[in-house]
């Protein structure tokens, strides 16, 4: 049995508890021990004083002696009708040492006296006074050696340990044995399946099914059950959408060869003689255009295959101005939205510059796109500050806000797109890429005043690579 085992270690604390219960009981006991013995001695010593009482002379010395030893004392002295009476007399070997009363020893003065006694390997002469029996006087006294009382209560007390250890043994033997079978064993086969499982976590027949009888472990194989189903079903679910991806990226690779072709046609048409067939092409063109933007998008998404951020220094209000002006030129109503900033002109931040404008133009983009969709003028507003751990940009506009649906999967892929014809893939790429700079992208707010986006980027760059000659401070 090891003690690194939780059977070991049971084992050890339930033998270590015992045996501090069992001293906890011992030290009353050898001061109960102790008051017997004593209290036998002075029985002893009033039974011996009888056999001068009950004559009239005085016993022979010999006689005396005998029974002065038999009772274990050197000699008696009885206290009766207020006179002091040496009833019983031998020479004692030393001067007393310790005169103790057992009319007012308590408990706690027992188990000290009972300490010294074992503690202190000299032969001592005591005085113990107590009460006579049967009222045969006001008190008795004795004086006797401590050698035999001492050792009595050793015999006493390796006795008593051997019979403790003997009881904590086997109380702990069987406490391991109880813990084994209503523990261990359960543990074991929790163990078991999630071991099985992990193998094998499609094979529906590995999880778990709760049988336990301790409602503690009931409750554990229950959580184990529901995260294994949730897992499983994952997993299948994950295996079905990475098959669907498979077959979307070859789908739009060859839409997307289709669709350039027809662009290219479509572009020609504009020069038709034609007026309906002109005035028709531009949105043919457009269509076109954002047919083949939605393949290369989704074959990009698919690929899983973004570049780890590489690092580099630059102004963020240069950044922001490239945005704004791509933007001011895609809209589709000029002069009706009206792009803000709000960054220090001096703001250096240090992040991959390519992949900070890509998020940056696609919360640009969307915030203008809700605009335009309202028909009303409103304000898109970008601003930017620094903490001592961070760098923070800030996206807002004063549209229409987002559904509740759009808000709930509003960065999973394909779900969380609220305009027509969008893919759902802007937000999920743009929290993918400021992940990647070990940040994150949340949104704010969003209601019926606007929506608000926010970009933390930490300045602790960690191991991502810098790009050849930027500063890592």
């Not at 002109?345 to 335009?372: F, G, H, K, M, W």
């Not at 898109?380 to 961070?390: F, K, M, R």
Request: charged content about 25%.
């Amino acid at each position: 049995m090891r003690l690194n085992t939780i059977s070991g270690r049971f084992a050890a604390v339930t033998i270590i508890f015992v045996l501090l219960a069992e001293l906890f009981i011992l030290l009353p006991a050898l001061a109960s021990f102790r008051l017997d013995y004593l209290e036998t001695r002075l029985e002893r010593g009033q039974i011996a004083s009888l056999a001068l009482l009950a004559t009239d002379d005085s016993l022979a010395s010999d006689l005396e002696s005998e029974l002065l030893q038999n009772a274990g004392v050197f000699n008696v002295v009885l206290r009766r009708n207020d006179i002091r009476q040496l009833v019983l007399s031998s020479p004692i070997p030393g001067p007393v040492a310790a005169t103790h009363d057992l009319r007012e020893d308590g408990m706690p003065g027992a188990i000290r006296d009972a300490l010294w006694t074992l503690a202190d390997s000299e032969n001592r002469v005591i005085r113990v006074i107590g009460a006579p029996v049967n009222q045969a006087g006001q008190l008795i006294e004795i004086t006797m050696p401590t050698e035999p009382l001492r050792d009595a209560m050793i015999e006493f007390a390796l006795r008593l340990l051997v019979l403790s250890a003997t009881f904590a043994i086997l109380t702990a033997t069987l406490l391991n044995l109880a813990a084994q079978r209503l523990i261990l064993v359960p543990i074991r086969r929790v163990i078991s399946n999630v071991t099985a499982y992990a193998k094998s976590p499609d094979d529906v027949r590995h999880i778990i099914t709760p049988d336990a009888r301790l409602a503690e472990l009931r409750e554990a194989e229950s959580a184990l059950e529901a995260m294994q189903k949730t897992v499983t079903s994952s997993l299948k679910q994950k295996e079905r959408m990475a098959q669907l991806g498979q077959a979307v990226a070859k789908i739009s690779h060859d839409l997307r060869n289709i669709l350039t072709t027809a662009q290219i046609f479509a572009d020609r048409l504009e020069d038709s003689a034609d007026p309906k067939v002109r005035r028709a092409a531009p949105k043919l063109v457009n269509s076109i255009s954002r047919a083949v933007n939605l393949c290369e998008t989704t074959l990009a998404f698919g690929k899983a295959e973004e570049p780890a951020p590489l690092l580099s220094r630059f102004n963020l209000s240069q950044l922001v101005t490239e945005v704004i002006e791509a933007e001011t030129l895609a809209g589709e109503a000029a002069g009706r939205v009206e792009f803000l900033t709000d960054i220090p002109p001096s703001l250096t931040i240090r992040a991959d510059r390519d992949q900070l404008y890509r998020v940056l133009s696609n919360l640009s983009r969307n915030a203008r796109q809700a605009i335009e969709g309202t028909g009303q003028p409103g304000t898109v507003e970008i601003g930017a500050g620094e903490t001592d751990s961070e760098w923070w940009l800030r996206v807002g506009d004063t549209g229409p806000g987002l559904p509740e649906k759009a808000r709930e999967y509003l960065f999973q892929p394909f779900t969380g797109s609220v305009r027509k014809g969008g893919t759902g893939l802007g937000l999920s790429i743009a929290a993918d890429l400021i992940r990647a700079h070990g940040g994150r992208l949340e949104l704010l707010r969003s209601d019926e005043e606007g929506s608000e986006f926010m970009i933390h980027l930490p300045r602790d760059i960690g191991i991502m690579p810098l790009r050849h000659g930027a500063a890592a401070r």
